[in-house]
């Protein structure tokens, strides 16, 4: 009998975890609240680049359709809307300050601002659009 229970709570646990394990939530509830920093950049060109300074690259959704972004030595702030899993920014007002050649500001900014479509998977965000995918997480 305790077998039983054992292996029932067992599948009881999985069913419950596995929608939160297997698809990505597009709600925009699911991008609100707290800052998402970058772990990697893979360009349109197919190049994926693990960034080490994770706090330099950032997105914060607000409530209302606003957002804060830090592109390295650059602050950006702009809007977004949300519908299913699209994505859209509108355009970034940003410091323009020359943040060094090895910089990755160029190419996050032209992925946000470019974002196309959305998913968060745990405390993982990835941002797609045409010219590339952001992995971010909090």
């Not at 929608?19 to 939530?25: D, L, N, V, Y």
């Not at 990697?40 to 994770?54: D, F, K, L, R, W």
């Not at 940003?94 to 601002?113: E, H, K």
């Not at 479509?117 to 797609?128: A, K, R, S």
């Amino acid at each position: 009998m305790t077998k039983k229970i054992v292996v029932l709570a067992c599948l009881l646990a999985l069913s419950v975890l596995s929608p939160a394990c297997g698809k990505a939530s597009t709600s925009p509830s699911a991008v609100i609240g707290g800052v998402w920093k970058i772990r990697s950049i893979e360009t349109y060109a197919g190049s994926i680049v693990g960034i080490a300074n994770t706090a330099g690259y950032t997105v914060e959704f607000k409530d209302g359709g606003k957002l804060a972004a830090r592109a390295d030595c650059n602050q950006c702030s702009g809007t977004y809307s949300i519908s299913g899993d699209s994505l859209t920014v509108g355009a970034l007002a940003c410091t323009r300050a020359f943040c060094g050649s090895s910089s990755y500001d160029v190419a996050f900014l032209d992925i946000l601002s470019n974002a196309t479509t959305f998913g968060v998977q745990g405390i993982e965000l990835t941002i797609d659009s045409p010219k590339g995918t952001l992995r971010m997480s909090q």
